[in-house]
């Protein structure tokens, strides 16, 4: 497994919490880091921008106490997502108060960003960058990040289109670092395959909206609790990038569901807030094709119990299967 030495030892889970806008706050990502999970926000939820240094204190403050205490199941580092294009005005601002306060790591989106790696690695710090294609994956490593965050088909949010098992084995083939798995991922079961495949960790955010620390507004996990694997759209028809939305909401907010999903053969019929006031992410909210097994909201703790448990349940039904396929196989196979 490769992974940054500052990681060793602290993580309880081999997960990366995705940075969900508008649902990950400070009180989720210091359960999850208290969990011995990853636990980030994107830098754009801390609203307006002074709020970031208040929430980076408060992480930090809670997770200097929980280590304090805790001596022996320290919590895992923590992680801010900022979006590294022109797109972002608050992208030199977030970045200063990043490096000021020596954060772990950062998980950068689109265009990534040589000098804000640079100053990170200045005080032994960490970025990993999202990326959907194979040449998105080489134009990072050529900015010197840490670690490849694989966006596949089935993630929540803006998703890639490529199939996780030819995705990794193409970046894995010239790329021997961390690689974060990313795509339907929401069960210890997952977990195990993606670890299987050959993957550090994987990335993991629909499974915590529902999450009592989580600042999604209760309709929204309740939307989630309820909805399955047919709820899930993947239409560029809200911000012109194709990402995964639940069905629920497109309804409730007065739209037909096979029009909206309809503008990925025909790009042209999207129009971000010109055909419609609902707006991506506050009322069309978004959801990976994991969601069917989630069954409730539950305490982020619990959430973590449950995967920890599913995780070694995968790995004991796997090694019977292989013990049992060694039996098959000396006795003659087919």
């Given at each position: 497994m490769s992974l940054p030495d500052s990681f060793?030892?602290?993580?309880?889970?081999?997960?990366?919490?995705?940075?969900?806008?508008?649902?990950?706050?400070?009180?989720?990502?210091?359960?999850?880091?208290?969990?011995g999970i990853i636990g980030s926000f994107p830098s754009l939820n801390a609203r307006p921008e002074?709020?970031?240094?208040?929430?980076l204190?408060?992480?930090?403050?809670?997770?200097?106490?929980?280590?304090?205490?805790?001596?022996?199941?320290?919590?895992?580092?923590?992680?801010?997502?900022?979006?590294?294009n022109k797109s972002n005005a608050r992208f030199e601002h977030d970045a200063t108060v990043c490096v000021e306060n020596k954060v772990p790591l950062l998980l950068t989106s689109l265009s990534p960003p040589g000098d804000?790696?640079?100053?990170?690695?200045?005080?032994?710090?960490?970025?990993?960058?999202?990326?959907?294609?194979?040449?998105?994956?080489?134009?990072?490593?050529?900015q010197g990040v840490d670690g490849l965050i694989l966006v596949c088909n089935g993630a929540g949010g803006h998703?890639?289109?490529?199939?996780?098992?030819?995705?990794?084995?193409?970046?894995?083939?010239?790329?021997?670092?961390?690689?974060?798995?990313?795509?339907?991922i929401g069960t210890g079961g997952s977990i195990h395959a993606a670890l299987s495949l050959g993957a550090d960790l994987v990335y993991m955010?629909?499974?915590?909206?529902?999450?009592?620390?989580?600042?999604?507004?209760?309709?929204?996990?309740?939307?989630?609790?309820?909805?399955?694997?047919?709820?899930v759209v993947y239409t560029p028809f809200f911000?012109?990038?194709?990402?995964?939305?639940?069905?629920?909401?497109?309804?409730?907010?007065?739209?037909?569901?096979?029009?909206?999903?309809?503008?990925?053969?025909?790009?042209?019929r999207y129009q971000a807030g010109a055909r419609t006031s609902a707006k991506a992410w506050r009322d069309i909210r978004g959801a990976g094709q994991g969601i069917g097994l989630i069954e409730k909201v539950q305490p982020l703790a619990e959430i973590a119990d449950q995967l920890e448990r599913e995780w070694v349940?995968?790995?004991?039904?796997?090694?019977?299967?292989?013990a049992a396929r060694a039996a098959w196989l000396r006795q003659g196979g087919y």
């Open positions: 060793r030892g602290r993580l309880r889970l081999p997960i990366v919490a995705s940075p969900m806008f508008l649902v990950s706050g400070h009180e989720l990502v210091i359960a999850q880091c208290k969990a002074a709020e970031l240094q208040v929430w204190s408060t992480i930090q403050e809670a997770l200097a106490a929980h280590d304090a205490s805790h001596p022996r199941a320290p919590a895992a580092p923590y992680a801010v997502n900022m979006i590294s804000l790696v640079r100053a990170v690695h200045g005080y032994g710090g960490s970025v990993f960058h999202d990326v959907t294609t194979v040449r998105h994956a080489e134009k990072a490593l050529e998703a890639g289109t490529a199939n996780p098992f030819a995705f990794y084995s193409e970046v894995r083939r010239f790329y021997g670092g961390t690689i974060v798995l990313a795509g339907a955010g629909s499974r915590f909206i529902p999450a009592q620390e989580s600042r999604a507004p209760d309709d929204y996990r309740e939307m989630i609790v309820e909805a399955s694997l047919k709820d911000s012109g990038l194709p990402a995964n939305y639940l069905r629920q909401s497109i309804v409730a907010s007065g739209l037909d569901p096979e029009e909206v999903a309809s503008a990925n053969k025909d790009k042209s349940e995968a790995r004991v039904a796997d090694d019977a299967a292989r």
